[in-house]
């Protein structure tokens, strides 16, 4: 008869289903003691239950752990190589059950942050507001994952952060929002151009410029506010090209190829050769920054962390 196909890996969750925690704890008594009579006592059972839940588990894994003799009972080589897993997910298991017991009290957990670099380091409330955390609540890890809007989107539905800092509204009916600041919007420019003479430039001056903008889809928050912008100053822009890092945009801009618009914590960061940055003379040109987490979000450190942000209870 020929094998079934995966019939090593069905084999493999066959046994990983059967064996059970009281069986490795079993093992790693016996193991210890070398001896069922002793370990028995220690465990308070029975030898002949422990006996058979031993014999269950050899069964299970298809091999011998131990080997009998006159004066105690030994471990095989497959059972010396099983005893250092089984004393590893042990000590594992116990780890993660004083996490969660201290979690519960408040004394232990985890912030997982997703955030843009610019947007975050530069902004006086989000930088004030992660100081105050960790001073407050320095037991607690914080994980920071630096993603653009589009990814930390993916992020919260799937899970891997509680808290986003970005830039416009998520289009997610299962997504909160709220607003924690808001930045002038500011043009790069060549300082070739004539533009660049100029403290302070309008949007009517960039009308039908060429723009080097994030992909749509990785930051759709700051791509809609410039194009509401420019809307409501009746001024278009002709796409020049599409990048993924501030440094590229610099570079781009620097050869003349076109213009950028960004927020000024953003226009901040740079100190690019061949570029300036000016703000745009317009009243509407500002750009929120934006939190988001989950719809009635139950991580109490995300809650907290908030509520430092400036988010109502």
């Known amino acids: 008869m020929e094998p079934e196909p995966n019939g090593g890996q069905l ?55 131990f080997v009998r003799g006159a004066r105690g009972t030994y471990l095989t080589d497959a059972g010396r190589d099983f005893f250092v897993h089984a004393r590893q997910i042990l000590a594992m298991l116990e780890r993660a059950l004083d996490s969660v017991r201290l979690t519960a009290l408040g004394g232990s957990g985890r912030l997982r942050l997703g955030y843009y670099g610019p947007s975050f380091y530069n902004n006086a409330v989000t930088r004030s507001a992660l100081e105050l955390f960790r001073a407050e609540s320095p037991e607690i890890e914080v994980v920071a994952l630096e993603l653009f809007s589009g990814q930390m989107l993916d992020a919260l539905h799937a899970g891997r952060i509680d808290v986003a800092i970005s830039r416009g509204e998520p289009a997610s009916s299962d997504l909160d929002c709220w607003t924690i600041a808001t ?103 500002t750009c929120d920054v934006t939190a988001w987490a989950r719809a009635g979000e139950t991580n109490r450190f995300a809650r907290t962390f908030l509520h430092m942000l400036g988010v109502p209870e």
């Open 183 to 285: 930045e002038r919007l500011y043009v790069l420019i060549s300082e070739t151009d004539p533009l660049a003479e100029r403290e302070a430039i309008g949007l009517t001056d960039l009308d039908g410029r060429k723009l080097i903008t994030f992909p749509q889809a990785l930051s759709f928050g700051l791509n809609a506010r410039v194009a509401d912008v420019a809307a409501v100053a009746g001024v278009s822009f002709l796409s020049a090209r599409e990048v993924t890092q501030l440094t590229s945009i610099a570079y781009h801009v620097s050869l003349g190829e076109g213009i950028a618009i960004l927020p000024a914590s953003s226009a901040a960061y740079f100190r690019f050769p061949n570029i300036v940055s000016r703000e745009l003379r317009d009243p509407h040109a």
């Open 11 to 65: 084999s493999f969750h066959l046994a990983v289903n059967a064996i059970t925690l009281r069986q490795l704890q079993y093992f790693v008594a016996v193991a210890e003691e070398e001896h069922f009579t002793r370990a028995s006592e220690r465990l308070s059972i029975a030898q002949p239950s422990l006996s058979r839940q031993i014999h269950d588990l050899e069964e299970t894994l298809g091999v011998s752990l």
